[in-house]
């Protein structure tokens, strides 16, 4: 499968920058799979170092840090010569703390080695870090599930991708009878999601009806038995657990804002604000935070004490809430609906590394999400349908007069004054 975050990689070795990279994500992205595909194709000479596989490679750094010492002893190790014009990816570097500290002096030597790193909860890790962390001497990028424009071209749909995207430079109407071929494999994906193993089995099967069940269950169980081997405690694994099952249920309420009575009636923020940390860090919860104020830069205004979390992915949204792809096409209200074609719209934007918060400053106006943008802060509204209404963008739109304005719903490009329509399905071209 195709993914774009190759690009980044590509751009990291063409530049020959001295730092290591480290790749965080959630377990099962794609991770370890791009990058020995990377290694393949951009290097002579590439080793791959596992530390979940072997312990014994953490033995490599517990005496000199230098570079050249370790190496020495890696070599010995994997009984293969490693020189400095060898690619390392070391991969699970979260098991081995020294491996992480040592990064700072293969950054800081002569020689610029080529050192890749990767982890399922590599994020978690650096957020807890105990030792002393390279600040300064590695570049940490994030990798995502498939978003909507990778699942096309891994689908073969690369000709329904351009065509979307030159419909959206114009903000011109598609074809009617593409604009519904591209509504079905968005409806596919809210239900197969972008996880690559899924979107395999989905490729494969060429029928989203055959996507198995337990794929979702296997992907489940993993994230289980990685909260068990990386946190403090069992009681720590608990409240990650009811944190994350909780989701489904505040996203489909009326008002989605993450509550923590909704987690447990005697929950609070003292006692679940880590769970939701760990949740963040590992790459399996996207929290968007609420905006004080919308005035110029919105960073500065974000409230973290009032926030949304969604699902890294849609498909295992709609998997946790066992939609069927009946719910998703039908025209009938479905709270759940709503909460998965909210948490793709935000699954997209996050790909794309948008900057973004949702704003409520009243009943009378909630704004989904509003995107910090080159020129000026932009609404965004999601409907989950072909209804247009909507009192909030309208409240905004006449109180803020935005440069321009955005609905995503299932209806054709268009646009009428600053109010632009984009298709539901074109989220990624934003």
Avoid at 176 to 183: C, T
Wanted: proline share 3%.
């Amino acid at each position: 499968m195709y993914r774009k975050f190759i690009e980044q990689l590509r751009v990291w070795e063409k530049n020959k920058t001295k730092e290591p990279l480290l790749v965080t994500g959630a377990r099962q992205v794609g991770k370890t799979w791009l990058i020995k595909e990377f290694c393949k194709e951009e290097y002579a000479d590439y080793i791959y170092i596992n530390f979940e596989e072997r312990d014994d490679y953490a033995s490599a750094f517990e005496g000199s840090l230098s570079p050249k010492d370790i190496l020495r002893t890696l070599s010995i190790l994997v009984e293969r010569k490693i020189t400095e014009s060898t690619a390392i990816f070391f991969d699970e570097i979260q098991l081995c703390e020294r491996a992480v500290t040592s990064l700072k002096y293969f950054c800081e030597a002569e020689e610029n080695y080529r050192i890749i790193c990767a982890g399922s909860l590599l994020g978690v890790k650096l957020k807890r870090f105990q030792g002393s962390f390279p600040v300064g001497k590695v570049i940490i990028k994030h990798m995502y599930p498939l978003d909507f424009e990778e699942f096309l071209i891994a689908s073969g749909d690369e000709d329904l991708k351009d065509m979307i995207r030159e419909h959206y430079n114009l903000i011109t109407p598609i074809n009617p009878a593409v604009h519904d071929k591209a509504l079905t494999k968005y409806h596919d994906y809210l239900f197969v999601g972008g996880m690559p193993k899924i979107v395999d089995n989905y490729i494969k099967t060429k029928n989203v009806m055959d996507v198995q069940p337990e794929l979702f269950e296997s992907l489940r169980m993993s994230y289980l038995a990685d909260m068990s081997k990386h946190v403090k405690s069992a009681a720590e694994s608990l409240k990650i657990s009811e944190v994350y099952n909780s989701i489904p249920r505040q996203l489909a309420n009326e008002n989605p804002k993450f509550k923590y009575k909704e987690v447990k009636n005697t929950a609070n923020k003292r006692d679940y604000f880590s769970a939701i940390d760990w949740l963040s860090a590992s790459g399996m919860v996207i929290k968007v935070n609420n905006a004080d104020s919308i005035a110029a830069l919105i960073k500065g205004y974000e409230n973290q004490d009032n926030f949304k979390l969604y699902i890294s992915d849609p498909g295992i949204l709609a998997n946790l809430c066992r939609l069927k792809m009946n719910d998703i096409l039908s025209s009938e209200h479905n709270t759940y609906k709503g909460a998965v074609i909210e948490n793709y719209v935000i699954s997209q934007f996050t790909a794309s590394e948008k900057y973004f918060c949702y704003y409520k400053p009243s009943d009378s106006m909630e704004i989904d999400v509003v995107l910090d943008e080159e020129d000026g802060v932009i609404p965004c509204e999601i409907k989950s349908g072909r209804h247009k209404r909507s009192t909030s963008l309208k409240n905004y739109i006449e109180e803020y007069h935005p440069k321009r304005a955005i609905r995503l719903s299932e209806l054709n490009f268009g646009q009428v004054d600053n109010l632009i329509s984009i298709p539901l399905y074109a989220a990624f071209c934003i």
